[in-house]
Structure formats: C-alpha cells, structure tokens
C-alpha cells in the first residue's frame, strides 16, 4: 500500500517539475503569470495612493441624554449634507466599519454633552473621528459642526465658546485606502492564474496531444489535475510575493498581521481556486469550449466578491448570498489578516466555506476530466 501511495505522488511530483521548468521557458507565460499581476496592481495603486476623497457619509452616536443633544443629533440628521449610517448604533462598530471603508467619518456626542453649565447654557465637547491615513474628511465635517456650534454659542452671547468640536484619531495604525484594497487585488490575482490560465492551458495540452500521450503512461486522471495544480501553486505564490514586495517599496503597504498565517490562508486558498481552472479545463475539449465556460464562472466571482466594489454596497439579500461564492472568503480572509492581524482560528467561517468548495470542486475536477 505504502509503495503504491509512494508510486503515485513521484509520478505527480516529476509531471509537476516538468511543468514549471516548461513555464519558465515560456515568455507569455512568464509575462501574464508575473509581469501582468504588477502591472495591474501599479494602476489600482496609483489610483489610490494618497487618496483622500471628501466624504459624507457618516456613523452618529448619540450617548447623551440632554435635550439638547437630542435636538442637535434630530437636526444634523435631517442636513442632506450628510448620509447617516442608521444601522450603526456603537462606536465599536462604527470603528470597525470606518476601518473597512464603509464609513469615513464618525461623529459622537459623548455623555454629558449638550448639558447646562454653571451659567445655564448647553456645554460640551462633540467628537469627530477620522482616519490618521486620510483625515481630511474628518477635517472638513469636524469645521462644519465646529461653525454649527459657534452660531449656537453666539446665539447664546458666549465668547468662550462652551460648545465645541474635538478631532479624534480611530488609531487603525496609519493604514492607507491601498492597504485595504490590496486584499482585492490579491484576490484577483488568484482567481486569473487559477481560472484564466489552467482553463486555457489544458485545452491546449490535449489539442497537442500532450494528454493522450501521457495517459499511455502509467499515469492516472488525477495525478494529472494535482500535477497541474501543484505547478501553478508554484508560480502563483511567486508572482503574489512579487506583489507584496512592490506594495510594500512602492506603496507603503501595511501588515498588521502575521505573514506565516497569510502563507498558509493563500496556500490554501489558491489551491481551492486553481480547482475552478481544472476542472474547467480538465472538460473541455478545446479553447472554444474553456472560454464561455470560464467568463460564465470567472465574471460573477470578479465582481460579486468584493474584489472591484465592497460588497457592503450590495442590497443585504445579495450581500447573504455572495459571502458563499468561493473568491468572497478568499478576499475577506486576506483582508482580515493584513488590515486587522486575524489568526487561522478567526477565519474558521471563511477556511469552512473554501474547504466545502475545495471538496466539490476536485470532485468534479477528477470525475470529468477528459483526456482528449
């Protein structure tokens, strides 16, 4: 038994040699596998480097229970100048939500505010929270509430100005919309080595023959498929070290978690979608039949997982639904590790999602493989 276990591991670990030394001698391949992923990630990045959009839209927290400040949080949420996140209701989830780019500003009224002072007007201190890497919307929403507040005090005939606005950082610890981008861009990169390249690269295979020589060998269905997926592993985890090492000298990328937890997420996750590109092409039996079959998969993993748009901007019931799609745990659980230092044990809805798609999908890979 051991020897036949033994047997069938080296015939993949020689057929998974042979593709990457073939790989490497390829230039296209080297071009899309390497330089591409690059240079895509240079155009999202310049987009975004430094990027500090003014925006409105923002969490109100009401701890205060003066009349004043009831009456003052009634009136800035009926100011169209301001799009309030009504599901918001603590400031820990306000936090949480600011960091993920949900939200850019949060404003607080802290306990106490709004109530009377020794000379019997409303007195207090309102909080506005920015982001230390792209404060000026914080900036510009803490003048506008600081010039409401000033009419207030005017209004009251108090030069000391007992109503004021303080300027707080959520200390996400300086991470830049890139860094959070970035889980994205990584995401993208593995669903086109997985799906684009092994759905166009084994329908070749067997247009040459290549397969059907190979099956006169004694050499098995699947042995083939983890060939295959073994040797794009190898190249896809070197072109994603060659991204983070460009995010990080040209783009200050931030890593707030632990990089051996993110080697084995994206071991693991590649895996699983490199399992999408063989059995696609393990079926079809040439590029015409890989090609509408992998737009049909690969289109609505792309822009339903929150790879391009948050998927925070979805409906709610599409939101449910696309947190099941196999890319959705790959981008969230890169996005956890690096912007918020998530363990393995923290990912376990994510790692259980893939594991389930991982097992179907090799199932399928193996069952309908075709060697011609």
Do not use: C, H
Not at 127 to 156: C, H, M, R
Not at 208 to 225: E, M
């Amino acid at each position: 038994m051991n020897a036949k276990i033994t047997r069938y591991f080296t015939a993949v670990w020689g057929l998974m040699k042979a593709y990457i030394r073939r790989l490497f001698r390829d230039k296209v391949a080297l071009f899309f596998t390497f330089l591409f992923p690059v240079l895509f990630l240079f155009v999202f990045g310049s987009i975004n480097r430094g990027s500090g959009d003014i925006s409105f839209t923002v969490a109100v927290i009401n701890n205060s229970d003066s009349s004043f400040s009831q009456q003052f949080i009634g009136e800035l949420e009926k100011n169209e100048t301001f799009k309030i996140k009504e599901d918001v209701t603590t400031l820990d989830d306000a936090r949480e939500r600011m960091g993920r780019g949900e939200i850019d500003t949060i404003i607080e009224a802290p306990e106490g505010f709004g109530e009377e002072n020794a000379q019997g007007v409303p007195a207090g201190k309102l909080n506005v929270y920015y982001e230390e890497a792209s404060p000026q919307g914080g900036q510009t929403i803490a003048a506008v509430l600081q010039g409401t507040l000033d009419g207030i005090n005017k209004q009251f005939g108090q030069p000391d100005a007992p109503l004021s606005v303080e300027q707080k950082s959520t200390a996400t610890e300086n991470l830049s919309s890139f860094d959070y981008i970035f889980s994205g861009l990584l995401g993208f990169t593995i669903l086109s080595l997985g799906i684009f390249g092994l759905a166009n690269a084994m329908p070749a295979e067997k247009k040459t023959g290549a397969f059907r020589r190979l099956r006169a060998a004694p050499i098995g269905a699947s042995q083939l498929v983890l060939a295959n997926a073994g040797a794009y592993l190898v190249s896809g985890l070197l072109s994603l070290v060659l991204m983070f090492v460009v995010a990080t000298q040209m783009f200050d990328f931030t890593m707030r978690g632990d990089y051996l937890t993110l080697l084995v997420f994206i071991i693991f996750s590649i895996f699983v979608m490199f399992g999408f590109g063989l059995a696609i092409g393990g079926w079809a039996k040439n590029e015409n039949q890989s090609a509408p079959l992998t737009n049909v998969v690969a289109l609505p993993l792309m822009f339903l997982s929150g790879v391009f748009f948050p998927r925070f901007l979805f409906p709610e019931w599409l939101q449910g639904i696309t947190g099941y799609l196999p890319l959705t745990p790959i981008v969230d659980g890169i996005r956890y590790i690096t912007t918020e230092g998530a363990r393995l044990i923290d990912l376990g809805p994510q790692l259980l999602i893939l594991l389930i798609w991982g097992v179907v999908i090799y199932i399928i890979a193996f069952k309908f493989f075709r060697w011609e």
